[in-house]
């Protein structure tokens, strides 16, 4: 049975997927090695106290630059794999889908500024937004790593299965982490349940539509 790999470039033959991810792993390398523990101590992100690990991170703004870079081009990545067009594997394509997650990252950034600004809780918004980070790069790197494997395989539904796990898996260690955050009554997860829904799964599901009209479009 032909899936839609079997009428679209491999993205094994387009050169640009080849040399896009060994700047994506240049940039991750350079990251941790200009700010240690960037990646390597991301995970005491899910188990640290969380004033203790927001006290102990130093930060590095070429580091984090480098890093977000990373984020955004490994998802933009994974996304092409997972929504290919007929046409092939189109650079263009994939500069649009990072063009998608710019903007939702940019207005989800402003609608978190107006929450913290509004309830007064910039110390607690500031371990939070570490804690997110920390874990968005741990979900990257896993979603790095897993598309050196599916560019190989060549299985769509394989490819957006996994994708799909990766997703529910970060969903789940971030809801956890809100629990131990946030949760003191049992209202309040409620208000947890309600900011995941609005600030996690519909930007997830928003992306996923519009990465996939725009690699449909162009």
């Known amino acids: 049975m032909l899936t839609a790999y079997d009428h679209i470039i491999s993205p094994l033959t387009a050169p640009w997927c080849g040399w896009t991810m060994l700047v ?8 941790e090695w200009l700010q240690p523990g960037v990646i390597s101590q991301a995970s005491t992100s899910i188990s640290v106290h969380p004033e203790r690990a927001y006290k102990d991170a130093p930060t590095r703004t070429v580091a984090q630059l480098f890093i977000s870079v990373f984020r955004l081009g490994t998802l933009a990545m994974a996304l092409c794999l997972c929504f290919p067009a007929e046409s092939g594997f189109s650079f263009v394509a994939y500069l649009a889908v990072c063009g998608v997650l710019l903007g939702v990252a940019l207005v989800k ?12 809780i910039t110390k607690t918004y500031g371990e939070v937004y570490e804690h997110y980070s920390n874990l968005m790069t741990l979900t990257c790197v896993a979603i790095y790593a897993l598309l050196l494997v599916f560019m190989r395989i060549d299985s769509l539904p394989a490819t957006r299965w996994m994708m799909a796990v990766v997703a529910a ?3 789940g260690l971030w809801f956890y982490r809100g629990v131990r955050q946030f949760v003191h009554t049992p209202m309040a997860i409620i208000y947890l349940l309600l900011y995941m829904t609005t600030m996690e799964l519909l930007p997830m599901a928003g992306i996923a539509i519009l990465s996939a009209k725009m690699i449909s479009i162009i």
Not at 24 to 31: D, Q
Not at 109 to 120: K, P, S
Request: a negative charge; charged letters at 15%; glycine letters at 0%.
């Open 169 to 171: 898996v970060f969903v």
């Open 109 to 120: 950034m402003a609608c978190d500024l107006l929450v913290d600004y509004t309830f007064r």
């Open 24 to 31: 994506l792993l240049i940039l991750a390398v350079l990251s």
